[in-house]
């Protein structure tokens, strides 16, 4: 009885099994393919390197199974660019099929030499055909390729990268980055084409890396500028006449150009000066990097060791401005939307803000850091290291955000803690008054501050998109002091503060909020 239970369950088993089957056969393709676009654009890539991946879908509408003979490239072996078709890599495919009323994904990539290029338009183009003859259906593939300057450590033969030597640690043991230095002959960077970076460049001692106006700096991921003792960084930039364009501006970001990496902090390390160095920058936009500027142990001049002016930091991870021990003189300056602080001083040192805009408006985390923080000590290991604060002046700034406490102070008594802003708009909210008797937040204590706009909202443009412009019912408009008009007398954009002495790196100008 036992044996027959089996064989019958067995029997139902196949029975079951082919009335659940469908049996396909499979037909050639009749060029009615459909596709999820007719033409992919892979972004701008720079020559020699890879861009991304990028995908499209082919779909089968039909009821039957359908098989491609064939799908490839127009140029065939020839092509730059690369096809992944269910999941086989290669160039030219065979008898691909589709089920019915399914599809599959097709993945693009692409590597050129932009020497192949006609030197007029950069476009690299390449066609991907499904079937022949009747039945023949094309997508096609569109990439604008730029030819770059690529600097980067060289390899030993070993096969170990270079490396810039930034001393000892704690323990006495050396601390290394990947690296290299720039030699003579590229030392100054042109506007002719972008440059790519990999890897730490470094400027030796005594050597001055000139950048000029209109020059495109990409780094790559854990890249940027060291600048060493007794080193210089006079970057050149000038007034643009397409503040979309930036033409004469000197740009420094990332090397991902897709559209996606617009505005993506932390795809680079930082432009680094090193104690002793010394910088001037004019007309800088930096953005997407994890620290703007780190100017630190700076030797103590009279006059600042680094200038900057006229300049945009934007989209920090961490700090727009970093100073550790610095000695900084701003004028103009724009830093907008980072992780922590817009600028942090520590340690002490000596630094100037005429004309400046901090507006941090973080979005991406939690951030319970001010948009400008400043102390005279610094964490190392299990104890702090103290220096005086010789002086932190602001005149005629913005200190705005989205907390309500967008400026900190730490000190140790120590130290010298020297501070004051002169017709300054400043958030600061204490609704539970837990900074009433700390006497650096005194605002109408005249020591410290001196025509002080208190909580007032600046009313800035598009603060998501880092537009810090202010319009016309700004409480900021004609707020500033002559001091501050007579060290910087026009803004940012060129436009002169002789009618109104406005507050911030912008005039006033019409525009309607968002």
């Not at 079951?16 to 050639?28: G, N, Y």
């Not at 060493?228 to 006079?234: K, S």
């Not at 985390?365 to 299990?382: C, H, K, M, W």
């Amino acid at each position: 009885m036992r044996k027959y239970l089996y064989v019958c369950i067995a029997f139902l088993s196949v029975i079951l099994a082919s009335s659940c089957r469908e049996d396909f056969e499979a037909t050639l393709s009749n060029g009615r393919l459909e596709f999820s676009r007719d033409t992919l654009f892979l972004d701008t890539v720079f020559s020699n390197t890879s861009s991304s991946t990028y995908s499209f879908k082919v779909y089968n509408k039909s009821n039957n199974l359908i098989t491609i003979p064939q799908v490839g490239l127009a140029q065939g072996e020839n092509s730059n660019y690369r096809l992944n078709v269910n999941g086989k890599a290669g160039k030219i495919f065979e008898n691909i099929e589709i089920l019915p009323k399914d599809s599959i994904f097709i993945f693009v990539e692409v590597t050129v030499d932009a020497s192949i290029i006609d030197a007029n338009d950069f476009l690299y183009t390449d066609e991907i055909e499904f079937d022949s003859g009747i039945n023949l259906q094309k997508i096609n593939l569109v990439t604008l390729i730029r030819d770059a300057i690529f600097l980067y450590p060289s390899r030993n033969t070993a096969g170990i990268k270079e490396t810039l030597n930034l001393g000892t640690d704690e323990n006495g043991q050396p601390v290394e980055i990947e690296g290299f230095f720039l030699e003579d002959d590229e030392l100054q960077f042109t506007n002719q084409k972008p440059y790519v970076i990999y890897g730490y460049a470094g400027v030796a001692s005594g050597k001055t890396l000139q950048i000029d106006a209109g020059a495109r700096i990409y780094f790559h991921q854990n890249s940027g500028i060291i600048i060493a003792d007794a080193a210089h960084l006079q970057a050149n930039g000038t007034i643009s006449t397409d503040q979309d364009a930036l033409e004469n501006e000197i740009i420094f970001e990332g090397d991902r150009l897709e559209p996606r990496y617009k505005d993506i902090p932390g795809q680079w390390g930082t432009i680094w000066f090193t104690s002793g160095s010394t910088g001037n920058l004019n007309y800088v936009t930096i953005k997407n990097n994890e620290i703007g500027i780190l100017a630190e142990g700076l030797s103590q001049t009279q006059s600042a060791a680094v200038n900057i002016q006229n300049t945009q930091i934007y989209n920090s991870a961490f700090v727009g401005m970093y100073g550790i021990n610095g000695s900084i003189s701003g004028k103009n300056v724009v830093i907008g939307n980072s992780g922590l602080s817009n600028l942090w001083l520590r340690q002490g040192g000596s630094y100037n803000f005429i004309h400046s805009t901090f507006a941090n408006y973080w979005t991406q985390s939690f951030r319970n850091t001010p948009a400008v923080q400043i102390d005279n000590y610094l964490e190392v290991g299990d104890g702090l290291q103290v220096a005086d604060l010789k002086e932190a002046n602001f005149v005629n700034c913005i200190i705005y955000g989205n907390k309500n406490l967008e400026l900190g102070f730490q000190k140790v008594a120590t130290a010298e803690f020297n501070f004051r802003f002169e017709n300054c708009l400043i958030r600061f909210e204490d609704p539970f008054n837990d900074f009433t008797e700390t006497p650096e937040y005194q605002f109408d204590n005249e020591e410290f501050y001196t025509a002080i706009l208190l909580n007032e909202n600046p009313l800035f443009k598009a603060t998501a998109n880092n537009q810090y412009f202010i319009n016309e019912q700004s409480p900021a408009k004609n707020m500033g002091s002559i001091n501050g008009f007579q060290q910087a007398p026009v803004d940012i954009l060129g436009n002169s503060r002789t009618e109104s002495i406005d507050l911030g790196a912008y005039q006033t100008s019409s525009f309607e909020l968002n």
